[in-house]
């Protein structure tokens, strides 16, 4: 009998451990297949993901293609119009009796035609005086002319800063510490009106000339241009000192920018008519389109 109930209770002891090893069994088998389909998962995820990177990078590269390719086919048009190209071009010139102004005129009155401080600094203020109310007489003057015929204010704007560059001629050349106040201040003035009148016409000439589409690109060439020749007009001015042995000299020749400003303002003259007229007949065909 002992031997009997020994031989049952090793048989249960066995049967117990079988079953627990078919648990542990299961449960493995359980855990790899849930690691398999995790594993899956993330694989066709990151297979999906690469497949529209692959896809977002070619199309985002073609996009960028696209849209620099347009820029420039927009440049090339813009700068293709003769208007434009002259209202870039008149600045560069222009600024160079600015760099003059902003820069030396100051000192060059107070050391070089004995003035004092105060007396040069006073000049350059009636010369500001005078700019502002160039600025005012260029687009009340170059809206009035517009009225009568859309060539006239390139008129205006290359006549004013060519007859500008006279008085500043002068401020530079006679005007000293012994030099009548009324004199002194007319000249000063005068050379304020005449430098400041191209200023608003010619940004109402290149809005005028260009689509709203291509407004803001030229208006960052326009002051790209302009700044250029701000940062350059000292530059300039520095070399000319340098080489003529003196700044009297030097100013004189850097007047001639002027000249060269107002040589290009006039030849807007033939050429704003038809520009604009262009512009106009776009808007209407776009206009015509829409409806």
């Not at 209202?87 to 560069?92: L, P, R, T, V």
């Not at 530079?172 to 016409?201: E, H, K, M």
Request: charged share 15%.
């Amino acid at each position: 009998e002992d031997s009997t109930t020994n031989n049952d209770a090793r048989e249960c002891l066995n049967n117990n451990n079988k079953m627990r090893n078919r648990r542990t069994k299961t449960k493995n088998d359980s855990s790899h297949d849930h690691q398999s389909n995790i594993c899956g998962a993330l694989g066709s995820r990151e297979h999906l993901l690469s497949g529209q990177n692959d896809s977002c990078g070619g199309e985002c590269y073609h996009n960028s293609y696209m849209s620099w390719t347009s820029r420039l086919r927009k440049f090339l048009s813009l700068m293709s119009t003769p208007t434009v190209l002259l209202a870039m071009f008149q600045g560069a010139p222009g600024c160079v009796p600015w760099g003059i102004i902003n820069t030396y005129l100051n000192d060059y009155l107070a050391e070089n035609r004995g003035m004092t401080v105060e007396q040069a600094t006073l000049v350059i203020l009636v010369f500001g005086v005078g700019n502002m109310l160039g600025m005012f007489l260029g687009g009340y003057c170059g809206n009035y002319l517009y009225a009568i015929d859309r060539r006239y204010p390139a008129l205006l704007a290359g006549s004013a800063a060519i007859l500008g560059c006279i008085p500043f001629y002068l401020l530079i050349n006679t005007v000293t510490s012994s030099s009548p106040i009324w004199s002194t201040v007319i000249i000063s003035a005068s050379s304020g009106i005449g430098s400041s009148v191209t200023g608003p016409i010619i940004k109402a000439t290149l809005q005028n000339v260009t689509l709203p589409t291509q407004r803001g690109q030229a208006f960052a060439v326009f002051n790209t241009f302009d700044d250029f020749g701000r940062g350059l007009g000292p530059v300039f001015v520095a070399m000319l000192i340098d080489h003529l042995g003196g700044r009297t000299p030097a100013f004189n020749v850097g007047v001639l920018g002027w000249v060269f400003c107002g040589i290009f303002n006039l030849l807007i003259f033939f050429f704003v008519r038809r520009d604009e007229h262009n512009v106009q007949m776009a808007l209407m065909g776009e206009n015509i389109g829409l409806t």
